[in-house]
């Protein structure tokens, strides 16, 4: 079973870029489709955006064009870069791994601990 740690979030103006990063260890990494999710106050965890083992990606509407999701494989590491950030971004945000085929929102069943990351205005 992988184990996933996501790094240090942080706190960020309106219109900064941060880029998170999610070590996975005791599992095959580059079999494993990632996910990042986020949790905002109040409201549900949702879907940021996934990447395939393949290579695969795919994005919620509300952060295509500004977050990307990249993995390297030989550190068994996966990022958000997350660019033009804007308050309402502000959640806590978690990585996870599954093993479907597909970038989607469903099918992960391993989850890291989550980072805090703040967009001030």
């Known amino acids: 079973q992988v184990q996933l740690v996501e790094s240090e979030g942080g706190l960020v103006q309106a219109g900064d870029s941060l880029r998170l990063s999610c070590v996975a260890s005791?599992?095959?990494?580059?079999?494993?489709?990632m996910g990042w999710f986020r949790q905002a106050p109040g409201k549900e965890r949702e879907f940021v955006g996934g990447?395939?083992?393949?290579?695969?990606?795919n994005y919620a509407d509300s952060v295509k064009g500004r977050f990307t999701i990249s993995r390297d494989n030989a550190k068994n590491t996966v990022y958000l870069q997350m660019n033009s950030l804007k308050p309402e971004d502000t959640a806590v945000y978690y990585c996870?791994?599954?093993?479907?085929?597909?970038?989607?929102?469903?099918?992960?069943?391993?989850w890291g601990q989550g980072t805090q990351v703040t967009v001030s205005s």
């Open positions: 996870a791994a599954g093993r479907s085929n597909y970038a989607y929102s469903w099918g992960y069943n391993t």
């Open positions: 005791g599992g095959t990494f580059s079999t494993y489709t």
């Open positions: 990447m395939t083992w393949s290579g695969n990606t």
